[in-house]
């Protein structure tokens, strides 16, 4: 059960603005978690290793985690909770003084999702 969560070692990615909130959706009900744990990481990867080492629960992209789900190093959970994302999202610190190579970058991604 979603509520479960709060029982559980969760490792929490630290994004710019803080930790992460873990956001989960089934049968049209939304719920936010600010995952709890003793372990805050600011590197995906880490979050993953952590999990790989038996930590706590991370959250992580099918994408990042499907060689370790298919060799059983991983377990999925709460997968009725976490319906597919249909894009990608982009953090970055700010539009002021962006580089050109980022702001290329972004208006090529905008692009691509029209």
């Known amino acids: 059960m979603i509520e479960d969560l ?3 070692q969760c490792i929490a990615l630290r994004l710019p603005g ?11 009900k939304s719920v936010t978690i600010n ?8 590197d995906t990867h880490l979050v993953i290793e952590a999990a ?6 991370g959250l992580a992209y099918d994408e990042q985690v499907a060689e370790y ?3 059983r190093r991983l377990v999925r959970v709460l997968e009725e909770w976490t319906p597919p994302i ?6 970055y610190p ?11 970058l972004v208006n090529a991604l905008r692009l691509s999702q029209q």
């Open 52 to 57: 790989l080492a038996g930590v706590g629960l």
């Open 69 to 71: 789900i298919a060799e």
């Open 86 to 91: 249909p894009c990608f999202f982009l953090y």
């Open 35 to 42: 995952a709890s744990g003793s372990l805050i990481i600011d």
């Open 94 to 104: 700010s539009r002021r003084l962006q580089p050109a190579a980022l702001s290329a």
């Open 6 to 8: 709060k029982y559980h």
């Open 18 to 28: 803080g930790p992460s909130r873990w956001e989960f959706e089934c049968a049209r």
